[in-house]
């Protein structure tokens, strides 16, 4: 077995939620969607952007309301959850052409979960070697794009396709 050791992403982890603060609560109460990198607004669930990525076009979809878990979301939430997931991957094909994706969701800190009490699920564009030895040796992540560059594009992109 291989491993892969990710010891940038600890830090994020271990420092996130730490003021008791919500990310997703707080971008959006500042409705400044641009600056807070939101994508979309649905009518129970938003789309925004990983301040901190992975990879390019690295974004999340996330209930209005703060939710711990899945268990905690009423069927309406759950199904416009999903819908957005599927258009959110929809856009990410058609603007990046990857050649694969994750999708997922960490619930809970043990669970690798950055961003706790929040449920939040993951859309990841993914290529063959985006995961590049810069990574492992040196704990630096390459990104063809500026994020700024990035919110653009997928918010048209994204809007486009409604």
């Known amino acids: ?10 830090r994020y982890v271990a420092e996130a939620g730490k003021d008791g603060a919500c990310i997703f609560c707080n971008a959006l109460a500042a409705n400044d969607d641009a600056a807070s990198k939101i994508l979309h607004r649905g009518r129970l669930n938003f789309i925004i952007l990983n301040l901190y990525p992975y990879t390019t076009g690295h974004s999340m979809v996330v209930p209005y309301k703060h939710v711990p878990d899945l268990a905690a979301c009423d069927a309406e939430t759950l199904a416009e959850h999903i819908e957005l997931a599927k258009r959110l991957q929809i856009s990410l094909a058609r ?55 990035t919110y653009s594009k997928l918010r048209r992109e994204f809007s486009e396709s409604a």
């Open 95 to 149: 603007l990046y052409k990857p050649e694969g994706f994750n999708l997922g969701m960490n619930i809970g800190r043990c669970a690798g979960a950055g961003v706790t009490g929040h449920v939040h699920m993951h859309v990841l564009p993914r290529w063959t070697g985006d995961a590049s030895f810069m990574t492992t040796v040196s704990e630096t992540r390459l990104h063809p794009e500026e994020i700024d560059l």
């Open 1 to 10: 077995m291989d491993y892969l050791w990710t010891p940038w992403r600890y």
